[in-house]
């Protein structure tokens, strides 16, 4: 059985650049608009209300699993365009009663102004976590910044970005 997590970010694009903020992890819809009313209320997120994003991420599944060759996107962020796609027999991590998900990114410096950052995935286990590191640590790209991946301990449910913009 596959199980998913909803991921809400606000990502807005202004006259100088496109900006994009994780706000939490959830495991409800009704989670998700709850947060979406903290978020509106301050600064910056009020004034561009249209940019929530809602995603669903399958909980233990590696992105960027093939590795990756050079750095692209905006500033060097590699943002995953989308969710994954869930279908019916896809449950809410509702259903583990997880209260908290391991979160993986990876980046590393490329100059002074320039980080390169890839999004991996959620995962249900600091272990699940750890193993998906040590598999990436032997593809392209990620072999040459081994030290470069962050694994963050999160609460489900929670705002993470609390203070506006």
């Known amino acids: 059985m596959e199980y998913f997590v909803y991921v809400l970010s606000h ?45 669903q991420y399958i909980l233990d599944k590696i992105h960027w699993a093939e590795g990756f060759h050079e750095a692209i996107g905006e500033m060097g962020r590699d943002y995953l365009e989308k969710g994954d796609e869930v279908d019916k027999n896809c449950r809410s991590v509702k ?46 790209g990620f072999k040459s910044h081994p030290d470069g991946f962050d694994i963050s301990e999160l609460d489900l449910n929670v705002l993470l970005w609390n203070s506006g913009f």
């Open 11 to 55: 990502t807005y694009t202004d006259e100088w650049h496109t900006d994009s903020k994780l706000l939490g992890f959830l495991n409800s819809l009704k989670g998700v608009e709850e947060m979406k009313k903290q978020a509106f209320i301050l600064p910056g997120f009020k004034e561009y209300p249209e940019c929530f994003v809602v995603n």
């Open 95 to 140: 259903e583990l009663e997880l209260n908290n998900i391991f979160s993986v990114s990876h980046y590393y410096t490329i100059n002074t102004h320039l980080d390169d950052e890839r999004y991996i995935g959620v995962f249900s286990s600091l272990d699940q976590a750890e193993k998906a590191v040590e598999i990436l640590k032997m593809k392209p």
